[in-house]
Each structure stands twice: as structure tokens, then as C-alpha cells.
């Protein structure tokens, strides 16, 4: 079994087939997704596709690009709509200093809103960070001053010294499609070195569809093909990559319940 850590099924690219999405995933082997929130307006849709399907749960939080919009959500609004059985972290929430849709300081007071609910519920906090390595790290070793925390970097796109930075602050990290493309290969140097227990893999679909899909729409049925690269890379089974990010995902999101296996 694989999981896809992060995918954002509410998006309207697969309102028109989201049964056949799902189902796809499960026959590729996929026995757990979990569905990304960006925007607190439309956390019931996200909620919504993880009540409609036993094997998809959901994040509740604003994505970094939103926080100027949407960045008034507090603490304690996250922690009640955490409250719900399906709902298993916050975010995705961080820093994007590439397109600064928002600005700084707004990415900046949103980051620590849901780590603050994270540190309250002991649910781990989701992260984006883009072209923001620096201030992501120092944001994260402020808070844990405050008490601890768990994550995941998702969609990691960084070197290994950035990720064993992560890795020690004892957070996760999280590979995409990015890995099979072509000019990733610092990527996959990090891929190869970092400890089993702390890697996860996504598709971030419907973006990043990985080789030899690149340039379609991604769907979590497509996860195999990175996990497929992080198998080569580090030079073990894919049957082995699926077992320790399986487990890893389940450690880190310990809410979410593991499809019932048949014995």
C-alpha cells in the first residue's frame, strides 16, 4: 500500500470524475489520501470529499498564497474545526517568497497561527515553503521554543542540507513528481540520504505530474511513479519504500485510521 500525503481533491479539475479519481487510486494500490485545505472559505468542500470516502481524510488551514485574504482565521476556529474525526492536521500554511501573492508579514502571522494549533492539538501543521528556507527554518525554531510541534516539509524541493535542517528539527519530509523530472538531481541526492522514518511521498495533484506523466493532470493514482524514483534512488524495493512511508505517514498524522486489511 502507498498513501498520498498531499493532493487537493476539492479542486474543480476532478469535480467531474472524483468517484473514478478515487477509484483509480485504489486500484494502483493506494489505500489512503489525504485531501489539502488552501482556503478556510471553502473548508467544507475539502471536508466534504473526506466524508464522501473512508480512505480520504483532510487538512483545515490557509495556504500562504490566501493569508492577506484569509489570514484573520485564528486559533481557535482551527481547533474547533480540528475537532472533526476526518480532519487529521493544519495547513497547508508557510512562507512563498516566489510569488508573493500575499505579503510577508501576513505569510508570516498565519505560519504561526497553525503552528500555535498544532502545538494546542498535538495535530502536525502542514508546510509550504518556497524560496523561503531561511525564514521557514527560523520561524520553526522560534515556535518550538514555545513547546513542540510535528510536520512535514510537503512538496520538498530543496538541497540536503536544507532537509537535514528539517530532519532535525524533528520534522518530515515530503517528495513530489518534481523527483522523476530530469533537472532534479540535487533533489534526488537529498532523496537518497535522508533517514527512512522521516520521508513521505505526494503528488500535489493536480499539479506536478511525474515522468513519464509530466504535463498532465496529476491525480494521486500517480504517486506510485514517484515512490517508484525514491525506491531507485535509494537503492531498496518499492515494496520497502511503501512500507516506510505508509508507516512514516501514520506515525505523523497518527489520527488518520490505516484501511482495514483483510486477513
Known amino acids: 500500500m502507498l498513501v498520498d500525503s498531499h493532493c487537493h481533491l476539492d479542486f474543480p479539475q476532478f469535480a467531474a470524475e472524483l468517484d473514478a479519481i478515487v477509484g483509480r487510486a485504489r486500484a494502483s494500490g493506494i489505500g489512503t489520501m489525504l485531501t489539502i485545505s488552501t482556503l478556510w472559505s471553502r473548508f467544507s468542500d475539502v471536508l466534504a470529499v473526506a466524508e464522501r470516502f473512508d480512505n ?22 482551527l481547533v474547533t474545526a480540528s475537532a472533526h474525526p476526518k480532519v487529521v492536521a493544519f495547513g497547508e500554511t508557510g512562507l512563498d517568497y516566489h510569488y508573493e501573492h500575499s505579503p510577508r ?28 528556507d531561511d525564514d521557514t ?18 512538496c520538498f524541493g530543496s538541497s540536503l542540507q536544507v ?19 530530469r ?46 524514483e525514491l525506491a531507485r534512488v535509494r537503492g531498496v524495493s518499492v515494496e520497502t519504500i511503501a512500507r516506510e512511508t505508509t508507516e512514516n505517514f501514520f506515525r505523523l498524522f497518527a489520527k488518520a485510521t490505516p484501511p482495514a486489511t483483510s486477513s
Open 56 to 77: 480520504v481524510f483532510c487538512s483545515v488551514g490557509v495556504h500562504p498564497h490566501e493569508s492577506a485574504s484569509e489570514g484573520g482565521v485564528g486559533v481557535d476556529a
Open 105 to 132: 508579514a501576513d505569510q508570516l502571522r498565519s505560519f504561526r497561527t497553525h503552528i500555535a494549533a498544532a502545538r494546542e492539538t498535538g495535530l502536525p501543521v502542514v508546510i509550504h515553503s518556497r524560496e523561503a
Open 137 to 154: 527554518i527560523a520561524v520553526i525554531e522560534d515556535e518550538m521554543t514555545r513547546g513542540g510541534f510535528s510536520g512535514v516539509l510537503h
Open 163 to 181: 532537509a537535514e535542517r528539517f530532519v532535525a528539527l524533528g520534522l518530515y519530509i515530503s517528495f513530489s513528481g518534481v523527483l522523476t523530472f
Open 183 to 228: 533537472n532534479a538531481d540535487s533533489l534526488r541526492t537529498a532523496a537518497a540520504a535522508l533517514p527512512h522514518d522521516r520521508l513521505l511521498v505526494e503528488t500535489d495533484a493536480p499539479y506536478l505530474a511525474p515522468v513519464p506523466l509530466r504535463g498532465r493532470r496529476n491525480e494521486p493514482a500517480y504517486v506510485a511513479h514517484t515512490a517508484g
